[in-house]
Nanobody, 115 residues
Framework: QVQLEESGGGLVEPGGSLRLSCAAS????????MGWYRQAPGKQRDLVAL???????NYADSVKGRFTTSRGNAKNTVYLQMNGLKPEDTAVYYC?????????WGKGTLVTVSR
């Protein structure tokens, strides 16, 4: 079993920054990739950022140049540094991990960008 727990969400003004963290627990070896998805109200869940075990990153076009994802030294943590936040970044952000054919999800953390 794998559990993913996000932290760091909250309310921020446009142009501000937030850093999300995700810690995996349980059977955590050999994740092929970890990353972040988000889901805005009334919309589908979309990829935000992904980082493979080899360190390759992939970002949604809408966040390139503003968001950065990284892995912790222990490889069971993943971070999302979000700069230059916009109101359209408002969503529930979900931590994600992939191992072989298994997908794992956190419960999500709400990020609200508003004045």
């Amino acid at each position: 079993q794998v559990q993913l727990e996000e932290s760091g969400g909250g309310l921020v003004e446009p142009g501000g920054s937030l850093r999300l963290s995700c810690a995996a627990s349980g059977i955590i070896f050999n994740f092929n990739a970890m990353g972040w998805y988000r889901q805005a109200p009334g919309k589908q869940r979309d990829l935000v950022a992904l980082i493979t075990s080899g360190g390759t990153t992939n970002y949604a076009d809408s966040v390139k140049g503003r968001f950065t994802t990284s892995r912790g030294n222990a490889k069971n943590t993943v971070y999302l540094q979000m700069n230059g936040l916009k109101p359209e970044d408002t969503a529930v952000y979900y931590c994600y991990a992939l191992r072989a054919d298994n997908n794992y999800w956190g419960k999500g953390t709400l990020v609200t960008v508003s004045r």
